[in-house]
């Protein structure tokens, strides 16, 4: 039985022609010999192992014959017209790159290539010269092919660059990026992990190994059965990321970690496709682990499930925590999963975290106390102090964590990082209306969200026997404390513990933590992301705009930075400017309605909104104009229909074009803003800010911004 290797170039097969694909590959797959296949030579090829196939009377696929070990293999590269494919299987040859083992297609007597660098301009004029980078480099180190060397030689910039990059798919493009945002050829080389080619005298062996090399797993893919071929063909370009990994991203699915690890990186780097691909090998590893997935939000939660069903649906996925599996779910869900299995024993987990009994702890505490705690109860604080954002922030960062009952042991407490510094008499005003708080959710038995995630870590502290082998936590940047000392509670400390991915400038909720305080120890193991998968280098321009200047620190309480790099181009982003609602709507009725007209699916735009009002009104505009539109909540998002959603629905998603509707705070969120504390208000400005940059990196290709004219962005 005959094993496919699918190229990432054969896997765009066109929509038209997709189950005869499947079908032949299919085939294929099963018996080579079967007579309708047509699998034959090609007379005058430049590569004796090229084959033809018969996908129908018009299509042909293109494909080589690889024999090694008594096996055979056929690497896809791709499906044209019968006269086309012909022409196409008598020029390319696979071969093995000699300086960095990779495999490599090239063509004989190749067409002209468009050019796109213009002519060569003078070495100083040089981006990648300017940088340090030549020929030899290029070449002889790296591998390039001379041709595209010289043309990335004569390359004036980096849009220039990338241009050239977007006609390489593959390594080639992968590297070109890299070196126009600055990288050395010593990083090129670690992250792609090339090596010269050790070549053992077997032309088909040696390409079966570099095919299995690390650098070629983001071009080719060795398909394991039917099943996956299936999801390969079916997921098409948009569904790629599930099948073909940057090295990079393979290295953080594979490698083992001696204790929690933590890998960020820019909206688009791919670091939910790590998780969810992680996810499937420690799966696969021991199919007896209990793997917890988590993250913020239901939604997100059901975004990642989905994904590692469209991944593998082979993996189990378990609907109880601490059964074998992986156990996916929102981060609350998962609190409220560990208090329903408490038993008897959440009493005193309650007792030892609030110092008091909840005669309801399964019940969630309502999002309005701390402002009817506010509006009812005197204080002499100022203003900046006696707003539920300081005080629920106190409550969840310092006096929770630390299990404190009483103002003696609030008075005593430390309090790092809250920025807002407190004497004697202002702790113990403040710890007043804390005490109203726990008096007022007494009452009705309840434990608001922190609370419960602080009971069931507490709870989980004292089990010797966890329910999970590893935890895979995604978004971490917007989890609370008590959600950290949770996930820290769910699996005892070993290796393959705990593997979190952030991305500090997407936090948009709550406010900001250091994971070493609540027993959290990254210790050096971490890593960063830095190549955007999905977002157009000019889109990425914009929103790395947005969050120019902010002072972002990550979970380790380090500076936030930037480099992040796409390696796609597209169209500038659009801004305009209106001076009202109905002119706003009105362009996004102008906007979206001349997208679809011609001929975008409308399930691959989406309008983002700030709140809900607002979203239903784009909904009715878009409606009166004949556009099918939906309004997104808890839902997923519509087929066949434009999706409508705040900012904060949109995380986790993404579209091929995107409006973002303009930033009109209200006057009591204004007014809320300025009440509060400097450090405060410039973390509120930053989670806005960061709230801008995660609608802007939802559009995959095109992004159109509208801003009021008296906006300053």
């Known amino acids: 039985m005959p094993t496919i290797i699918m190229g990432k170039l054969a896997s765009k097969i066109d929509g038209s022609i997709r189950s005869k694909a499947m079908s032949f590959l299919q085939k294929l797959g099963t018996d080579d010999t079967m007579s309708g296949l047509h699998i034959e030579p090609i007379e005058n090829a430049a590569d004796p192992r090229v084959r033809t196939g018969r996908v129908d009377l018009f299509w042909r696929a293109v494909m080589f014959r690889l024999d090694s070990d008594g096996e055979r293999h056929y690497v896809i590269h791709g499906i044209w017209p019968h006269d086309d494919a012909i022409a ?63 043309q990335a030689l004569a390359a004036v910039d980096e849009d220039a660059v990338l241009d050239l990059a977007q006609q390489h798919d593959g390594w080639i493009g992968t590297i070109l990026v890299d070196l126009a945002a600055g990288d050395t050829v010593d990083s090129v080389v670690a992250r792609m992990d090339l090596e010269k080619a050790a070549l053992s005298g077997d032309a088909d062996a040696d390409v079966l190994h570099s095919l299995k090399r690390p650098g070629a797993a983001f071009q080719y893919a060795l398909i394991g059965d039917q099943d996956e071929l299936r999801r390969v063909i079916e997921g098409g370009d948009f569904g790629a990321w599930r099948i073909f990994l940057h090295p990079e991203q393979r ?15 820019g909206a688009g780097t791919g670091k939910t496709v790590v998780l969810v691909h992680r996810a499937r090998a420690l799966a696969r590893r021991d199919p007896n682990a209990r793997i917890v997935l988590t993250t913020f939000t239901t939604n997100l939660a059901e975004t990642l499930s989905a994904s590692l069903t469209e991944l593998d649906p082979r993996v189990s996925q378990t609907k109880k925590l ?24 959440l009493a005193a987990s309650v007792r030892e975290v609030l ?131 949770l996930l820290r509670a769910v699996t005892r400390e070993h290796p393959d ?55 972002y620190l990550d979970l380790e309480d380090q500076a936030e930075t930037t480099g992040y790099r796409s390696a796609r181009t597209g169209p500038e982003p659009t801004i305009i400017p209106v001076e009202s609602l109905n002119a706003e709507l009105q362009v996004i009725g102008d906007q979206v309605q001349a ?77 809320r803003l300025e009440a509060l504390a400097p450090s405060e208000r410039a973390d509120a400005d930053l989670r806005r800010r960061s709230l801008r940059y995660v609608a802007a990196t939802r559009a995959r290709d095109e992004l159109v911004v509208v801003n009021l004219q008296r906006e300053v962005v």
């Open 88 to 150: 196409e299987a008598r020029r390319v040859r696979l071969s093995v790159n000699p300086i960095n083992g990779l495999p490599q297609i090239t063509e004989i007597e190749p067409p002209a290539e468009p050019v796109t660098v213009g002519s060569k301009p003078p070495a100083s004029q040089s981006l990648l010269v300017s940088l340090g980078h030549d020929r030899n480099a290029l070449v002889e180190t790296l591998g390039l092919p001379e041709q595209i060397a010289g």
């Open 595 to 671: 997208w679809v007209e011609a001929g975008t699916d409308s399930d691959t735009v989406a309008v983002l909104v700030q709140d809900r009002f607002h979203r239903d009104r784009v909904v009715t505009a878009l409606t009166e104009r004949g556009v099918g539109a939906r309004a997104v909540d808890r839902d997923r998002p519509p087929e066949g229909r434009v999706a409508v959603m705040t900012m904060h629905r949109a995380k986790g998603t993404e579209f091929s074009k995107v409006v973002i509707a303009a930033d009109r705070p209200s006057p009591m969120e204004l007014a």
């Open 497 to 551: 513990d705990l593997f979190i991915a952030e991305d500090t400038h997407q936090r948009i909720y709550g406010t900001r933590v250091v994971l070493s305080r609540y027993g959290v120890a990254i210790v050096g193991r971490s890593q960063r992301l830095t190549l955007n998968y999905r977002t157009t280098a000019q889109n990425l321009h914009y929103a790395m705009n947005i969050i120019e200047g902010g002072q």
């Open 322 to 345: 601490g059964q074998s599996g992986v156990y996916v779910t929102g981060v609350d869900a998962l609190v409220s999963a560990v208090l329903r299995g408490a038993g008897s024993s």
């Open 251 to 265: 290295r953080y699915v594979e490698r083992s970690y001696n204790g929690p690890f933590r890998l960020s990186g």
């Open 355 to 485: 110092g008091e009994d909840r005669s309801a702890p399964l019940a969630r505490t309502t999002s309005t106390r701390w402002r009817e705690i506010v509006e009812s109860t005197g204080t002499s604080l100022p203003p900046e102090l006696t707003n539920e954002s300081f005080l629920s922030s106190e409550y969840g960062h310092v006096v929770l964590p630390n299990k404190i009952h009483d103002e003696a042991g609030y008075l005593r407490v430390r309090r790092p990082g809250r920025g807002v510094a407190l004497d004697r008499v202002k702790r113990s005003a403040v710890w007043e209306l804390i005490a109203a708080y726990r008096a007022q959710s007494r009452i009705d038995g309840s434990l608001d969200f922190a609370e419960a995630a602080a009971v069931a870590a507490a709870h989980l502290a004292k089990q010797a026997d966890k329910p999970a082998d590893h935890v895979l936590i995604d978004e971490g940047q917007d989890l609370s404390p008590s959600h950290w000392q």
